[in-house]
């Protein structure tokens, strides 16, 4: 007979909410310490890191590897100015008329003596012409009288040979002599009337001449001030006048004129070497002298104007062109009017027996074996090895190596 079953103890299927609750706050607060170590673990390690240079490598300072001129080795002083033409002029007629011919515009190279413009001269050129014929007519005249002249001459011979003999009378020889003192005046007077002849034909081609404008000087036109068809007048006197139609610079006598402060002007002689540099041509120098020291100085700005002539002009020399001038200490010799590869010397090191430079690269440096010249100033000559342009460590450490990591320092 089967045993009665025991009722079921719903109690103890219950679980403690209590209880569990607990061991799960306690749980979670554990993971949550444990996070909390390893992320305060980590934050540790990577400060250790960062402030070792481990992470980074050693921060170094870098320079970087330039090309200079010798001549900053003996520089004594610089100053600024511009290229200015010494010999410069506003060409212009110097009668009043209208502008039929131009032939130049800017950058036209004329000849002294060229024609560059023409006024409106026909009744100029008539009144040459008159002139011309007038001294012709009296030519002829001239020569109508010294025929006269001639003949009266051997009539006057013939009668007073005559007379002498008492072939003829008074009167007649007195009629002869007479005829002869006319011719001689007549020729005179012809030879008179040619002098007067050929100085009203020299005024008209004076006057012709005015009208044709022409170059005073070899040089380049610079400016164009006037076109055909407008009138010129000397020193623009007629209203809507033209006071000049071009204006034009004698290229040879370039010159570079400085500022130099008065205190340094002390530093400056007269032929002193210089070396000119135009913003222009900024690899391009020009060897020059100093022309002339100018005496008197500029209170506004207390500078004194210093004139500096090119030793060789180049025909990329343009008037108005701002430039530098470099005052030296003595002449350049030819090997020191090249550039030079250079580096702080601060960046050489001597590893096994060679000089060695550590050139950065991508956060990381690369010993490079170096060459190396005579100094130049407080840098020193690089022969081979380095390139224009790179960055090298200034005084590496001792425990740096081909390819280890670095950190610029900043400024």
Known sequence: MNSPEKPLNLQSLRLDRGETELQYLRARRRRALLITGIVVLLAAGLLWLVFSGSLFGPTVQVAPVIRIYPSQAVTLLNASGYVVAQRKASVSSKSTGRLVFLGVEEGSRVKKGAIIGRLENDDLMAARDRAAANVNAAKASLAQAEAELVDARL????????????????????????????????????RANIASSAAALAEASIAVEYSLIRAPFDGVVLTKNAEVGEVVAPFGAAVNARAAVATM???????????????????VSLAQPCEIILDALPGVRFPGKVHMIVPTADRSKATIMVKVA???????????????????????????????????????????GATVAFVVREQRVQAVPVAVGPPLGDLVEVLSGLREGERVVLQPPKSLQSGDRVKIKEG
Request: no cysteine; charged share 25%.
């Open 249 to 267: 610079a004698d290229m040879g006598s370039l010159m570079v004129e400085a500022d130099v402060a008065e205190a340094n002007i002390q530093q």
């Open 155 to 190: 009539q006057y011979d013939r009668l007073k040979t005559l007379l002498a003999q008492n072939l003829i009378s008074r009167q007649d020889f007195d009629a002869a002599e007479a005829r002869y003192q006319k011719a001689v005046a007549g020729v005179a007077n012809g």
């Open 310 to 352: 090119f030793e060789t002009l180049d025909a990329r020399v343009l008037p108005e062109m701002s430039a530098k001038v470099a005052f030296l200490s003595r002449p350049l010799k030819p090997e020191e009017e090249h550039p030079r590869l250079v580096v702080s010397p601060q960046a050489l090191v001597q590893k096994n």
